[in-house]
């Protein structure tokens, strides 16, 4: 059974568990066993082995028998595995013969599930009823009719839904057949473009119930083994062109499309959709949550890799190469949600990889990797052009990516304001100013006053693997602190445990004097507000103003509409009250998810990566922000990557590796000059 599997026969087995809940308003005491169609659809859809098909019977009869009055409940458990085979076995015979084969197997499956349980139901009834032939007989007579009717039902049933459903499960595993090799030209393309592989020609794109496009009168071609950088500030149209240049856009969206774009000669629109156009490209998300969704990395893996029906050496010895060249070996049988944000993103890279697509699409993918792991991927597409590959990706610098890049191209405002090559664009736009000098210092000296968080041998495992190994240091009211270190040093994992979100598995954690091992988190969040590195995961309602008064009103905190508009003012979206937050840019999320967290007002606020997937104006407005509240009297911590930002704003810097401290110093600025 593949991956990809598991979810389709969960789906139609909870399907079945609703029919038959719902199945029990029907009096008597033998109902129709509708779920029997669902569990058989289940199995010819996927066709699996004997062994899990059995299991499939089993899962079945355990549903059945909990939510059964029939007379003998537990005759399920021996009834439904039956009907499961028999299903499996009427399938494998006649689906190349006959065309009504998945009813004529669902109705065998219902007969056989169904007289199996009239045989179990007899033999336990035979103690006490063994002196009347006459009252088995009338049990027999009774029960059989409805066995051969429900049979029918779910054999009607079963064909009707596996057409659709054989459709749907071919579409999203391998898309249409026609995508197997390279697509034909069209005539209307100029020979001067004909050797372009991706291709924009006055390109627009409008979002439906928007006025104004979102991209703009874009022109852009790219050959094979050429790299495409798009920079320019948030919310200028970079991922809107990713989600063009990867045919998101013309198959799965509802907005309007001027203009032409074209994927090897062949015009977007011309392809049977986004199944056959992820033939040719591989697209990584800015978010590598929204792609992860199996419970390890080798799973998510392996999933595309059978959807592609590889057999399985090859997809084995695919995986091992990916895995080597990504970095990722030692997070093989990791679950994606016990990563760090810059684990994951390196997965889902490697999960994209994997695929070998001829064109790879980065939308800010790297934006939440250290130092090495950037180098390492930069690099690793360095080979990957050298291969043929052709690759566009959406960052911020231009000088790390200057050595692979073919053409740059600034976006803002939907289109594009400067392109050329690295050099000719870092020319055409004004060089940043220089950050202060800074030096770093021995730590403090503690102070009188109480710390406003203390941790001592703090520890945290997943599974076998150690996250924290006896951390221990105090942070006081008032200080701006910055923690750094490479991805998968336990920076995230550590500060989860100042609002509750983790509890220590040996160690402490003090928050204002509260007892983090045990303290209700909603007592905890009213002192320390963790601002996540993904503010999408924290946004949820239908507009700004709702997603700031969620919190205040879950807290039982007064003069709720006060907070909420306090809020919002501090982070410049007063005006934004009523937009819907996913409309938002970037930079605008990020400070809505501060404003969340500032509306409790607490002590202590955490930003993990704040400036994550920003441009530098935003990233300045920002750290000004941060600037401003720690003024105002709050503690300031930073988890973060950006070296620049932690020189110019932190004064004590926390540096994790392996899940320790391995240093702890406070920062000296020299003052700038008159």
Do not use: W
């Not at 627009?204 to 703009?216: D, L, M, N």
């Not at 103003?545 to 410049?572: C, H, K, P, Y």
């Not at 969340?596 to 007002?601: E, G, R």
């Not at 620049?644 to 401290?661: D, K, N």
């Amino acid at each position: 059974m593949k991956s990809q599997d598991i979810p389709i026969i969960g789906i139609l087995l909870a399907i079945g568990a609703i029919v038959r809940y719902l199945s029990l308003m029907i009096p008597g005491p033998i109902v129709s066993n509708l779920v029997i169609a669902f569990y058989c659809l289940a199995i010819i859809l996927v066709i699996p082995t004997f062994k899990e098909t059995l299991g499939i019977g089993i899962v079945a009869g355990i549903i059945c028998a909990m939510v059964s009055h029939s007379i003998f409940p537990p005759g399920n458990l021996i009834s439904e595995p039956v009907g499961a085979l028999v299903c499996l076995l009427t399938y494998l015979l006649l689906r190349n013969h006959i065309a009504v084969s998945p009813g004529i197997a669902t109705f065998l499956g219902t007969l056989a599930s169904g007289t199996t349980f009239v045989g179990v139901a007899m033999l336990m009834m035979a103690p006490a009823i063994a002196s009347s032939y006459g009252t088995m007989a009338a049990f027999t007579a009774t029960i059989i009719p409805i066995v051969v009717l429900t049979a029918g039902a779910n054999g009607v049933i079963a064909q009707i839904l596996f057409i659709p459903a054989s459709r749907a499960l071919q579409h999203i595993r391998t898309g249409d057949s026609a995508s197997s090799g390279h697509c034909p030209r069209s005539s209307g393309i100029p020979v001067d473009d004909a050797e372009a592989v991706l291709m924009a020609r006055d390109f627009s794109y409008t979002y439906e119930g928007e006025k104004a496009p979102t991209v703009r009168h874009i022109d852009a071609a790219l050959r094979r083994g050429e790299v495409l950088l798009i920079t320019g500030p948030t919310a200028a149209g970079k991922t809107t062109l990713c989600l063009a240049f990867a045919g998101v856009l013309h198959h799965e969206s509802g907005g309007s499309i001027s203009g032409e774009m074209y994927l090897l000669g062949k015009d977007f629109r011309e392809f049977n959709g986004i199944g056959e156009v992820s033939r040719h490209i591989g697209m990584v998300f800015d978010d590598a949550d929204a792609q992860l969704i199996f419970t390890s990395v080798e799973e998510e893996m392996r999933s595309g890799l059978e959807n592609r029906g590889l057999d399985p050496a090859t997809i084995e010895t695919r995986i091992t190469s990916v895995m080597e060249r990504c970095g990722i070996d030692d997070l093989r049988l990791r679950p994606p949600h016990t990563l760090s944000g810059g684990q994951k993103q390196r997965v889902a890279l490697a999960v994209t990889l994997a695929l070998d697509p001829d064109i790879l699409i980065l939308d800010e993918s790297m934006s939440e990797l250290d130092g090495a792991a950037r180098e390492r991927v930069i690099s690793l597409l360095g080979e990957l052009k050298s291969s043929g590959k052709t690759i566009i990706v959406v960052d911020h610098s231009i000088e790390d990516l200057c050595t692979i890049a073919d053409q740059v191209v600034v976006m803002d405002h939907g289109g594009i304001t400067h392109r050329g090559t690295p050099e000719e664009v870092r020319r055409s736009i004004p060089s940043k100013k220089e950050e202060k000098a800074s030096e770093q210092l021995p730590p403090a000296p503690a102070t009188a006053r109480a710390p406003v968080l203390s941790v001592q041998d703090l520890c945290q495992y997943y599974g076998s693997m150690c996250a924290l190994d006896a951390v221990s240091f105090d942070i006081y009211p008032g200080e701006f602190v910055a923690i750094v270190g490479e991805n998968g040093s336990g920076k995230t994992t550590l500060v989860k445990h100042f609002n509750g979100l983790l509890r220590p598995q040996s160690g402490s954690v003090t928050v204002s004097g509260r007892n983090a091992n045990v303290a209700p988190v909603t007592d905890l969040v009213s002192h320390v507000g963790l601002v996540f590195q993904n503010p999408d995961t924290m946004l949820f309602e239908n507009s700004v103003a709702d997603e700031v008064a969620f919190g205040v009103m879950n807290t039982g905190i007064e003069d709720t509409s006060g907070r909420i508009a306090q809020a919002l003012a501090l982070v410049e979206l007063a005006d934004k009250g009523a937009v819907y937050p996913r409309h938002l840019s970037r930079g605008e999320r990020q400070r809505l998810a501060v404003a969340c967290v500032l509306a409790m007002q607490p002590e202590m606020i955490i930003l993990d990566e704040p400036t994550t997937g920003l441009d530098d104006g935003e990233s300045g407005r920002m750290m000004l922000l941060m600037k401003d509240l720690q003024q105002r009297g709050h503690t300031i911590v930073m988890v973060t990557h950006n070296m620049q930002i932690v020189e110019a704003y932190a004064e004590r810097i926390i540096r994790m590796q392996g899940g320790r401290i391995v240093s702890d110093s406070r920062v000296r600025r020299e003052e700038a000059c008159a």
